[in-house]
């Protein structure tokens, strides 16, 4: 647990919680250590661990003299096994008291983080409000962001498929598109429950001009990252679907050319197996039987071949 406050305009870690300060909570930490923070800052040691759930939905409740948000943000992990996701989303949990604002959540994130290195104007630990208005902006971002990295992957993935038609980048897609699934499922919900703070003034912000535009542009800004993401789905999916019947055809195509050929080498084996029988046939004492054979046997095979390639199977 980290406390930090800012003082003269930069911020600074204090020792002690004071007011106007910000708690952040990131891991490693055990369920004792989170009961001792539940119990020294008089929270109800639920409101810690919901967060810690990364199944859960984006929400915001009150009780008594303290507000919770859940928001889930993305994650860009770097990943060892090619099988796992690299853009996951996470949620990130935020207390607001009347004497400080606490955040947490269960993996380090760039959207708390931006906010620890300085990547935040006009941030004010102080100033409630505007802090969570900030790391709703923040998400944001950081969706867009992502988003055109995926893009980019998907974009990079297409020009493979066309030069290998390898199963290995339709699994990548297959990664990509879960991603993407995920970012349009928290979008929504981050959607819902923002557009709920909005009606229901949950922030206390209507009277501020300033907070309520900024909320509003938050909520456009989120609803383009969400159709953004539906767009690059519905892309993806076609891409995937193309693909797979472009390589299924490909199969057709060799097993077609294989069995062409397949036929053409039966066509001399069918010949001189009738020819070589034991029985009369005429051709058993002429020192031209077996010229005649070979001969039939190459103007057949041609024949065939000549049809075969008019009629495009090769």
């Known amino acids: 647990m980290n406390i930090y406050k800012h003082l003269n305009g930069e911020l600074v870690q204090l020792s002690q919680v004071e007011p106007g300060c910000w708690i952040n909570i990131y891991p490693p930490f055990t369920h004792e250590q989170l009961v001792e923070v539940s119990e020294q800052l008089d929270i109800h040691i639920d409101f810690l661990t919901d967060s810690l759930d990364v199944d859960e939905r984006s929400r915001y409740d009150s009780d008594d003299d303290l507000d919770i948000f859940v928001i889930n943000v993305p994650l860009k992990r770097e990943i060892e096994d090619p099988n796992d996701l690299q853009y996951i989303n996470i949620p990130v949990g935020v207390i607001a008291k009347p004497d400080f604002i606490l955040t947490i959540s269960s993996f380090e994130n760039p959207v708390i983080n931006s906010f620890l290195k300085g990547g935040v104007r006009s941030f004010d630990t102080s100033d409630k409000s505007l802090f969570i208005l900030q790391i709703f902006d923040k998400t944001v971002h950081f969706f867009l962001r992502y988003l055109k990295e995926i893009n980019h992957v998907i974009n990079t993935l297409e020009k493979e498929l066309y030069d290998s038609s390898r199963n290995e980048e339709l699994a990548k897609m297959l990664l990509v598109q879960k991603s993407l699934v995920y970012f349009v499922t928290n979008l929504r919900s981050n959607e819902f429950m923002m557009m709920k703070i909005q009606r229901t003034d949950f ?112």
């Open 203 to 314: 922030l206390k912000i209507r009277d501020d001009e300033n907070k309520s535009d900024l909320l509003g542009d938050i909520i456009v800004d989120n609803s383009q990252a969400l159709e953004m993401s539906n767009v690059y789905t519905n892309i993806l999916n076609g891409t995937m679907d193309t693909f797979a019947s472009i390589i299924s055809n490909n199969l057709n195509q060799v097993m077609k050319r294989l069995t062409s050929v397949t036929i053409l080498l039966t066509l001399p084996v069918l010949i001189s197996s009738f020819m070589g029988m034991n029985v009369p046939n005429g051709w058993e004492h002429n020192p031209f039987a077996f010229l005649a054979v070979i001969l039939v046997s190459i103007l057949v095979t041609v024949i065939v071949g000549v049809y075969f390639w008019r009629r495009r199977w090769f």
